[in-house]
């Protein structure tokens, strides 16, 4: 779609000429049938330090081989990651001029239409035509629940650490409760792709946080572990409350109890 890269800023020059080239070498080939640019370029939040996000979709899984020379042709590479992501070949590659793309390759037949947000650069069949909400747009029945679970379980293992002196582990279980914490927050505020959890809050046109979120943010001291810890089951049980008023668990007073038992 040149129109749409057409109207892309100034500030997105780098972007602007990753998608040209890329639309170009994918048109060339019949076996790529689509391609798909999503997140902040694709939503018109992006600036000059944004990443490519895209999906291609592919008739013929022979030309899965070709991605590799594909993007290094595009401009000059700092190096390239190939390494699968849930289930699929993906492709990160950094430029030397700050580019950046992280693309997955898909059986075109697996997408059934463009999800909200997303672009078609590319759709020799029309199957990005039709709008398609995919299933992690939205908060699944059981989600609260397991991310309510998930968060007290590591800090659980907050305490566990602390116990043993081991702060850096105890630091790495918080970073997990606290990414449990914005899971639950975006599906109180009904934001699209809450399981993404901070970045689907950050992506809101006036993001809201939950109080006191940077309470949760320590160095690898014990007192300030625990106070992090601390914070952050306070913003676990709030966030639960956030997105269903019901969501609880005795978890709740027996981890706090453990953490402020080590003070």
Known sequence: MSDFIASLPSSLAVQKRLLSGLVAA??????????????????????????????????????VSTVDGLLRALGAVVD?????????????VQYADGGQIDLVAVP???????????????DRAGRLAVPYEPSVLRVA?????????????????????VSRGSLLEALDQVERA????????????????????????????????PA?????????????????????????????THADPGLGTPLDGYVTARLRALL
């Open 178 to 209: 606290r990414g449990r914490v914005f899971q639950l927050w975006a599906a109180g505020e009904g934001v699209p792709y809450p399981a993404y959890g901070l970045t689907s809050l950050l992506d809101e046109p006036v993001p809201t946080l």
């Open 26 to 63: 994918v048109s060339a080939d019949d076996r790529w049938e689509w391609l798909e640019l999503g997140c902040s370029v694709a939503a018109g939040r992006g600036d000059e330090l944004s990443d490519l996000d895209l999906g291609l979709g592919y008739t013929d899984g022979a030309v």
């Open 80 to 92: 390239v990651s190939a390494q699968p992501y849930a289930g699929m070949p993906r492709w990160w």
């Open 212 to 240: 006191g979120i940077a309470g949760t943010y320590a160095v690898p001291d014990r007192a300030a572990v625990l106070a992090a810890a601390l914070a952050t089951a306070r913003l676990l049980a709030e966030a639960a």
């Open 141 to 161: 029945p059981d989600d609260p629940r397991n991310w309510l679970l998930d968060g007290w379980e590591a800090l659980a293992n907050v305490a566990k650490y």
């Open 108 to 122: 075109a037949a697996d997408r059934r239409g463009l999800p909200p947000g997303s672009v078609a650069l590319l």
